[in-house]
């Protein structure tokens, strides 16, 4: 399925020439030497995407249409909480919010 990314622009080549790197992810609310980061993971720690841009735009001037494969996809309808990590048996969650995804 093709969904788009929201970035920095300067985060873009990387991204391009790297692929998303999970192990480089930042903990949520934790940046680079322990500095609080302007903008949280919401739903969990992970590469965010929508099928809408306008959503990714939010998380950047920057936008890349992205080939994603799901796999196992876990359906998550956040209830106020922090979510959990995905589970074992899921690659990937959706998030579905007012009853769309």
Do not use: W
Request: hydrophobic letters at 35%; a negative charge; one cysteine or more.
């Amino acid at each position: 399925m093709f969904l788009f990314h929201g970035t920095s622009e300067e985060n873009i080549k990387s991204i391009i020439k790297n692929n998303f790197r999970i192990d480089c992810l930042p903990h949520p609310g934790e940046g680079e030497n322990g500095q609080r980061r302007a903008k949280s993971m919401v739903f969990g720690r992970g590469v965010y995407f929508s099928c809408l841009p306008a959503v990714s735009l939010m998380y950047g001037t920057g936008l890349l249409l992205c080939k994603v494969v799901l796999g196992t996809c876990q359906e998550f309808q956040p209830q106020g909480e922090i979510p959990p990590d995905i589970p074992d048996m899921f690659d990937s969650r959706e998030v579905i919010k007012d009853g769309v995804g």
